[in-house]
């Protein structure tokens, strides 16, 4: 009999089912089975004014409050548990952390209409929780990262990003990893290191200052995709100094107006393997332009059809 998602309520034992890590069959891939999510809050894109949004200031007291952090204007940036996780800390099949950053007491305010202040409190709080989240001795891996718009994974309007931490590292960062590893045991040098000076030679170089440069990859896999370095070779979020925080901000702030004049929906993330200091710090910024489809998806190969410096002249544009 076939699953019926609609049918699926509290009382089904699906939707009291935990989470799971699942592993492919022959290759080195992870799935996470959670038929719990299914129940998580939806609202709809349009819809301004939502007085049941779980992350109003009116609906708060209903989750646990990790720690807030207000703005000189009385915004506030709130840090909660996420009451839908695919990963937790009492389930060994699927264990990890997850929560959510609520990132403006604003219900509509979107990240391209904030202030610097409050674009470098919500790093700040990504500072701060991931330092937290660290402290478990059985975490190795954690992503902060932002779904903007319906077609990025956004389930709600409310301006939020996630923090997700677990016990495994996913085969693609692993991946990253080695090939990382490679480069500097082959070039005494880190790989991303190498590729900023060649960037900042380029075509594609969108943002330059002492802390932080921005270019749009030349094998990019999205439309208007952004990559974002810090100058410094550090492997965490949470090496960055204030100066830098700032830097950050005014390049996210830049991409977000960029991209809502597009009307684009985004992704962005970034990675933290534990105790790495191979990695070297970056948040990638990857819109939702376009649909994978069958050679995507057989394959593996993106079809990009921006070309990166023609992105790159949109994101340099005063």
């Not at 509509?108 to 330092?131: C, F, G, N, P, W």
């Not at 500097?184 to 594609?204: G, M, P, S, V, W």
């Not at 990559?227 to 700032?246: A, D, G, V």
Request: charged letters at 25%.
């Amino acid at each position: 009999m076939a699953f019926d998602r609609r049918s699926l309520g509290e009382g089904d034992p699906q939707f009291m089912k935990k989470a799971e890590i699942r592993k492919s069959y022959i290759f080195d891939k992870y799935a996470i089975i959670a038929p719990g999510r299914v129940a998580r809050p939806h609202d709809n894109k349009k819809n301004k004014n939502n007085p049941n949004c779980p992350f109003c200031k009116n609906n708060l007291k209903a989750h646990k409050i990790l720690k807030t952090i207000t703005t000189k204007d009385g915004n506030k940036v709130t840090a909660i548990r996420n009451e839908f996780p695919v990963v937790s800390e009492n389930n060994s099949k699927a264990y990890g952390e997850q929560e959510v950053i609520i990132e403006s007491s604003r219900h509509t305010q979107q990240m391209a209409d904030m202030d610097l202040e409050q674009i470098t409190a919500i790093l700040k709080m990504y500072i701060s929780r991931s330092k937290i989240i660290a402290k478990n001795k059985k975490i190795k891996y954690i992503s902060c990262f932002k779904n903007q718009g319906v077609s990025a994974g956004a389930s709600l309007l409310h301006p939020h990003s996630q923090i997700f931490a677990t016990n495994i590292i996913t085969p693609d960062v692993k991946e990253e990893l080695e090939a990382l590893k490679k480069y500097t045991k082959h070039n005494k040098r880190c790989a991303y290191c190498d590729i900023i000076k060649e960037e900042l030679q380029n075509n594609c170089l969108v943002f330059n200052d002492k802390n932080i440069i921005a270019f749009t990859p030349h094998a990019s896999e999205y439309p208007y995709e952004l990559w974002i370095f810090s100058q410094r070779h550090i492997s965490s979020i949470t090496e960055l100094k204030l100066s830098e925080l700032k830097s950050l901000a005014q390049v996210i702030k830049m991409a977000c107006q960029k991209l809502k004049k597009l009307k684009l929906d985004f992704n962005y993330f970034l990675h933290d393997v534990i105790n790495e200091n191979k990695q070297h710090f970056y948040i990638k910024i990857e819109p939702r332009g376009g649909v994978w489809a069958g050679i995507e998806l057989g394959s593996g190969i993106a079809i990009d059809q921006v070309d990166p410096e023609e992105a790159a002249k949109y994101y340099q544009k005063k």
